[in-house]
């Protein structure tokens, strides 16, 4: 009799705690982006519907400056100098950057372009996607 008197209690006060316990929310991750910060090789350049090239036809450095890092969220400087020898054509661009944990990236310089981005093992990898005309993958080494 004293059992049937105190589990009708016990029962919902046990009830009430796993259920609190399984409506918890996990917990959002607020990781930084990693730090790109370092001057990079071009290991390759790919432009759309064209076969990827590199040194010796395509040489160059990209130069990345962390200077903020805001919650997902870095953003800093950059300086990059590309040069082709077949075609001849010769890129240089500098301004700012962001780069988001997501793996989204953004460039503000003569041109303002979007894209992603991956970086593993001093390799960093830039796809651009927008705009149009500006759409190509970079492949860099970190020195």
Not at 29 to 34: A, F, I, L, N
Not at 59 to 86: H, P
Not at 88 to 105: A, C, H, I, Q, V
Request: with cysteine.
């Amino acid at each position: 009799m004293l059992a049937h008197h105190v589990l009708p209690g016990v029962v919902p006060a046990l009830v009430a705690m796993f259920l609190a316990v399984g409506c918890e929310e996990d917990p959002v991750k607020t990781e930084p982006p990693p730090d790109l910060t370092g001057t990079y090789d071009l290991l390759s350049l790919q432009y759309p519907n064209n076969p990827p090239v590199g040194p010796p036809v395509a040489t160059g450095t990209f130069s990345v400056e962390q200077t903020s890092v805001e919650g997902q969220e870095a953003t800093g400087t950059f300086a990059m100098d590309v040069t082709i020898s077949t075609p001849p054509l010769e890129l240089t661009d500098k301004g700012s950057y962001s780069n988001r944990f997501d793996g989204t990236w953004e460039q503000s310089g003569a041109l303002q372009t979007k894209g992603t981005y991956t970086f593993s093992n001093d390799t960093l990898a830039v796809v651009v996607t927008e705009p149009p005309l500006a759409v190509s993958t970079t492949i860099w080494k970190r020195r």
